[in-house]
């Protein structure tokens, strides 16, 4: 089993910057790549990012692209997603996830799930 744990959200004003973390234990050597998906209030689970452990290849959902960067460091077993210009659309909760085969924006597909963090921006 893998424990995923989420850390860094917080309320901030449009225009400004979080840095969410991811820190994963357990049977971590079989993570081949950790996610981030989003959920706002009535609606769906929205996949941000992704990045897989080996070659550290990342996916990004086209509407977070240069705002939003992925990272990992595997020495920490911890992601971490750099949220830029943030917009008050922006707010919801974030999750990490962690896959052992899989590194696409699928979140059925990912194995292991953090409780989330929450990120509000208001205008």
């Known amino acids: 089993q893998v424990q995923l744990v989420e850390s860094g959200g917080d309320s901030v004003q449009a225009g400004g910057s979080l840095r969410l973390s991811c820190a994963a234990s357990?049977?971590?050597?079989?993570?081949?790549?950790m996610g981030w998906f989003r959920q706002a209030p009535g609606k769906e689970r929205e996949f941000v990012a992704s990045?897989?452990?080996?070659?550290?290849?990342?996916y990004y959902a086209d509407s977070m692209k240069g705002r939003f960067t992925i990272s990992r460091d595997n020495a920490k077993n911890t992601a971490y997603l750099q949220l830029n210009s943030l917009k008050p659309e922006d707010t919801a909760a974030y999750y990490c996830a962690a896959s052992n085969s899989y590194s696409g924006s699928d979140y059925y597909r990912y194995d292991y799930w953090g409780q989330g963090t929450q990120v509000t921006v208001s205008s």
């Open positions: 357990g049977r971590t050597f079989s993570i081949y790549a």
């Open positions: 990045i897989s452990r080996s070659i550290n290849r990342t």
